[in-house]
């Protein structure tokens, strides 16, 4: 599929969640015009620390030069998913914290990741 195919499969999919539109972005890598072409979810949200209103973006999702209509649509779906639940995890927080940051550096989170909670014995 080429990227005008791609664009005019996915101009058929509405994403929204509680009223908020989602679109999605088809390009091509910057860094090889010609080449890859990858799948991005935008949309407008309030920034979890400011409060601003402004726009986002996913990660991008690169597709495969023999990538189905099917795995197109699905992979669509997957970033629609993966951005939903990146704004999930922003809005929730403890005493003003953001508890599942999703910003946090899997270093910073492997040093911790041992203090694991249990309860007590009867």
């Given at each position: 599929?080429?990227?005008?195919?791609?664009?005019?499969?996915?101009?058929?999919?509405?994403?929204?969640?509680?009223?908020?539109?989602?679109?999605?972005?088809?390009?091509?890598?910057?860094?090889?015009?010609?080449?890859?072409?990858?799948?991005?979810?935008?949309?407008?949200?309030?920034c979890?620390?400011?409060?601003?209103?402004?726009?986002?973006?996913?990660?991008?999702?690169?597709?495969?030069?023999?990538?189905?209509?099917?795995?197109?649509?699905?992979?669509?779906?997957?970033?629609?998913?993966?951005?939903?639940?990146?704004?999930?995890?922003?809005?929730?927080?403890?005493?003003?914290?953001i508890?599942?940051?999703?910003?946090?550096?899997?270093?910073?989170?492997?040093?911790?990741?041992?203090?694991?909670?249990?309860?007590?014995?009867?």
């Amino acid at each position: 599929m080429n990227i005008n195919n791609i664009k005019q499969l996915l101009d058929n999919v509405e994403m929204k969640v509680f009223g908020m539109p989602f679109r999605m972005r088809v390009e091509h890598d910057n860094k090889n015009p010609a080449g890859r072409v990858f799948l991005q979810v935008v949309y407008e949200a309030e920034c979890s620390h400011t409060g601003e209103v402004k726009e986002w973006k996913g990660r991008k999702w690169y597709l495969s030069d023999h990538m189905t209509e099917d795995e197109v649509i699905k992979t669509g779906y997957a970033a629609f998913e993966a951005a939903v639940k990146h704004e999930v995890m922003e809005g929730y927080k403890v005493n003003g914290v953001i508890l599942f940051n999703p910003h946090i550096n899997y270093r910073e989170l492997l040093e911790v990741s041992h203090r694991e909670v249990f309860r007590a014995e009867r």
